[in-house]
């Protein structure tokens, strides 16, 4: 079905079971209970999901394939953010050209870029990605302010042409769209205490993230696919043969900068503004984290990785010292101010700290991210399952009377 084999489509199909029921699925506490600090059922913080895991699928096709592990990524995710913001100044408010355009500038300026650092590998190739990706920041920030308005960012006015929609009206600025469907258009259900947001611009993010994993997986088994493990494997050896690895290389890099493009053009849409801070080294680097985080070379790895750290980003960095108390309230007040003051540099602004210690147990102890982590406790309830199985087979074996 759909050219997947029997694995491949069961994970497809737990993966969109899990996009597409994620406002339930992130709600699991009252709204009004203490818990509910830790629900993510919220559109922004899903759309966020969705769309980094959007990036980090693209990037793991470049870093878990072939082993080339780029700094310099969010670059793409930039330019792509500024090309779909200018499609909505200069021609309409529907997302579809945005996301067009967004995909194919950031692929021509992926092939530039893959082009010259391709030339190289290893770290070389690392640090050629974090210039360009750098030189592209700078040139946003305080260069090419015509076109990205510098440290202000790129964002839509009044006065914009949008020529397919006869410019601004009513003196208020207009909301992206699909075909008139207003992307924050959002619907409320209330089941008892609990409360479910299902939100137009999620879902086009989910069903865009469906169909790009999709591909990923077609990616990773096809005869392309292999080809780029083999890369991965020994490019060395691979060259001896008389192959040569640059086109496969280059066509890996620029799938995965589109990917990107991709990322950063459902971002603009979602949010009509781009600014130089998402082609800092800082937001290459993060993908890069998802990635290993989540298992790079594995399929559903980037996008676990993503959720991960997106949650805490938005989850974890939102728990102050009002919440701690709360939450220690029932204990006396000498072990209530100890307990806040042991867990405080963990939560709140200190989230990062917190992010720090678990990656770091993840790449001692799970070299594989978390879909080892998983695969591991897996084999250990299959292991005592077989176990109990074989201990009732030879028990019933013992007691059956000598023939």
Not at 116 to 145: H, P, W
């Amino acid at each position: 079905m759909l050219g997947l084999n029997r694995k491949d489509l069961t994970l497809m199909m737990i993966v969109a079971a899990m996009t597409l029921l994620a406002p339930i699925i992130l709600n699991p506490f009252p709204s009004d209970s203490a818990m509910a600090q830790f629900n993510a059922g919220y559109p922004d913080l899903m759309q966020r999901f969705v769309i980094f895991g959007i990036f980090a699928i693209g990037f793991n096709i470049l870093f878990g394939l072939t082993g080339y592990l780029s700094f310099g990524h969010a670059a793409f995710l930039g330019v792509g953010s500024y090309s779909a913001v200018w499609m909505f100044k200069l021609l309409s408010m529907n997302v579809i050209p945005a996301i067009v355009l967004a995909v194919i500038i950031s692929g021509l300026f992926a092939l530039v870029i893959g082009y010259i650092s391709l030339r190289r590998s290893g770290i070389y190739f690392s640090i050629l990605t974090l210039a360009f990706a750098q030189m592209s920041f700078n040139l946003a920030y305080s260069v090419l302010t015509p076109i990205t308005n510098g440290e202000t960012g790129l964002q839509l006015a009044l006065d914009d042409p949008r020529v397919l929609d006869g410019g601004s009206s009513g003196g208020s600025l207009p909301v992206t769209q699909l075909f008139g469907l207003e992307m924050r258009a959002t619907t409320q259900l209330e089941i008892g205490a609990w409360s479910f947001d299902f939100n137009v611009g999620y879902y086009l993010c989910a069903a865009i993230m469906l169909a790009v994993f999709y591909l990923a997986i077609r990616i990773f088994r096809s005869p392309f696919g292999i080809m780029l493990r083999a890369v991965k494997s020994n490019q060395q050896r691979m060259n001896y043969t008389g192959l040569n690895s640059r086109p496969y290389t280059l066509a890996a890099f620029v799938i995965s900068g589109m990917y990107a493009g991709l990322a950063g053009g459902l971002m603009a849409s979602m949010d009509p503004l781009a600014g130089a801070e998402r082609m800092q080294w800082t937001a290459s680097g993060e993908v890069v984290l998802m990635t290993i985080l989540g298992g790079a070379g594995t399929l559903i790895g980037p996008v676990l990785g993503a959720g991960f750290i997106k949650y805490f980003e938005n989850i974890f960095s939102k728990i102050n010292d009002n919440v701690l108390h709360s939450w220690f309230a029932v204990m006396p007040d000498g072990i209530e101010d100890f307990l806040v003051t042991i867990v405080h540099p963990f939560v709140g602004k200190g989230w990062h700290l917190t992010l720090g210690l678990m990656f770091m147990a993840v790449v001692i102890f799970l070299p594989g991210g978390l879909v080892e982590g998983g695969q591991r406790i897996g084999r250990f309830v299959t292991g005592r399952r077989n176990k109990k199985a074989g201990g009732a087979e030879a028990e019933a074996a013992r007691k059956q009377p000598a023939e």
